[in-house]
T-cell receptor, first 118, second 114 residues
Framework: AQKITQTQPGMFVQEKEAVTLDCTYD???????LFWYKQPSSGEMIFLIY??????QNATEGRYSLNFQKARKSANLVISASQLGDSAMYFC???????????????FGKGTSLLVTP | NAGVTQTPKFRVLKTGQSMTLLCAQD?????MYWYRQDPGMGLRLIHY???????AKGEVPDGYNVSRLKKQNFLLGLESAAPSQTSVYFC?????????????FGAGSRLTVL
């Protein structure tokens, strides 16, 4: 079963507007972490933001914030004041407790392609 | 500092050929990982290592072998390449344990198997 679901294959947003990228997750582990990565057209994976399952407050990093709703198992990424350089693929990922077939590796969603228009 | 370096960046193979992808990290990370990225599939874990001399299978290990003889290096081998192994391969590393240990990724290696 898919552990990370990103339901928006593609999104458009106008420059300077805010945009929300959806992510829902599935786990029975009480201790887990949620990550967002950005992959521009150049291909590298860039870490954006992290939220721990026990963190009381939503994580923020500059223009990025994570809207963490634990009961709904959602971890949406909010990008404020979008810039042209935000056009990229965005991946939500989760780390659970140690398992024999993943260690502490991240389990990734399929990604959302964001295009910022002038 | 280089972070995570992958070589080669691009490679074209014929079906049945073998090759090795090299990943090197200079951050003294205990854990290392190999992922593959295919269109519409996100990143899927191939193999991982929690320390020098130890490796384990991930989600999609078939057709691949790995070795971690030195802490800083993690090698991914294809013994007999198949067209289904055409993909972009990412190596990543992190400190040990759970929590906020961020995976640092290499730039990726694009492999085409004809």
């Amino acid at each position: 079963a898919q552990k990370i679901t990103q339901t928006q294959p593609g999104m458009f947003v106008q420059e300077k507007e805010a945009v929300t990228l959806d992510c829902t997750y599935d786990t029975s582990d009480p201790s887990y972490g949620l990550f967002w990565y950005k992959q521009p057209s150049s291909g590298e994976m860039i870490f954006l933001i992290y939220q721990g399952s026990y963190d009381q407050q939503n994580a923020t990093e500059g223009r990025y914030s994570l809207n963490f709703q634990k009961a709904r198992k959602s971890a949406n990424l909010v990008i404020s004041a979008s810039q042209l350089g935000d056009s990229a693929m965005y991946f939500c990922a989760m780390r659970e407790g140690y398992t024999s077939n993943s260690g502490y590796a991240l389990n990734f969603g399929k990604g959302t392609s964001l295009l910022v228009t002038p | 500092n280089a972070g995570v370096t992958q070589t080669p960046k691009f490679r074209v193979l014929k079906t049945g050929q073998s090759m090795t992808l090299l990943c090197a990290q200079d951050m003294n990370h205990e854990y290392m990982y190999w992922y593959r990225q295919d269109p519409g599939m996100g990143l899927r874990l191939i193999h991982y290592s929690v320390g020098e001399g130890t490796t384990a299978k991930g989600e999609v290990p078939d057709g691949y072998n790995v070795s971690r003889l030195k802490k800083q290096n993690f090698l991914l081998g294809l013994e007999s390449a198949a067209p289904s192994q055409t993909s972009v391969y990412f190596c990543a590393s992190s400190y040990a344990g759970p929590g906020a240990n961020v995976l640092t990724f290499g730039a990726g290696s694009r492999l085409t198997v004809l």
